[in-house]
């Protein structure tokens, strides 16, 4: 298990240069925008706007904090993404919109290249214990709000407001998880 820090994530202005984005951890590791197999970042988003483009992959979006943000995605109906709202999955290299519901909000972002890779996006609640099972492949928890301790393997990791973990698993486990707050889990697989 590795432990990453909110402290030491990477900031980095957007593709399109209309913002600023925090990489939790991407593949391989210190990968361009251009050349990543997978990435996980988050990102405020203060204004109204087009999203950049990324030929070739596939986004996951979540709302961490504001009141939320409509996406015009290209082919598809309109949709107001919240915080409640399940994480959104879409391709990445079509037009999309923004616009805001009322205000600043943070996103969590999964990518992936599509046809080498897949991923999965789960938001929930950790109040007191709780058991997830994850398959093969390279699994990331991070820490919303709240402390949420996570034991693998014996070893337990403790995981702050935007902690992160990342553990590749080589064959389906158990992850068990302990504390209070608001967590998500994050799995992506090879085809």
């Not at 251009?34 to 950049?52: E, I, K, L, Q, Y």
């Not at 805001?100 to 950790?126: C, P, Q, W, Y």
């Amino acid at each position: 298990m590795t432990h990453l820090k909110a402290a030491n994530h990477r900031r980095m202005p957007w593709k399109n240069g209309g913002g600023e984005t925090v990489e939790i951890a991407v593949f391989p590791e210190n990968a361009a925008l251009g050349d990543f197999d997978w990435r996980v970042s988050m990102a405020t988003v203060a204004t109204d706007g087009p999203f950049s483009i990324f030929e070739g992959i596939d986004r996951t979006l979540s709302i961490l904090s504001g009141d939320g943000m409509g996406l015009a995605i290209d082919g598809r109906e309109p949709v107001l993404l919240t915080r409640e709202s399940t994480p959104l999955a879409f391709p990445a290299d079509v037009p999309v919109m923004a616009t805001l519901a009322g205000g600043t909000i943070t996103d969590l972002n999964v990518m992936t290249r599509r046809g080498r890779l897949e991923h999965s996006v789960k938001r929930f609640t950790v109040d007191g214990m709780l058991a997830e099972i994850v398959q093969v492949g390279t699994v990331l928890l991070v820490c919303r709000d709240g402390t949420v301790s996570c034991t693998y393997n014996g070893a337990q990791i403790a995981l702050d407001h935007d902690d992160a973990l990342l553990l590749p698993l080589d064959s389906p486990s158990a992850l068990q998880l302990q504390g209070s707050g608001t967590a998500y889990l994050i799995h992506i697989h090879a085809l």
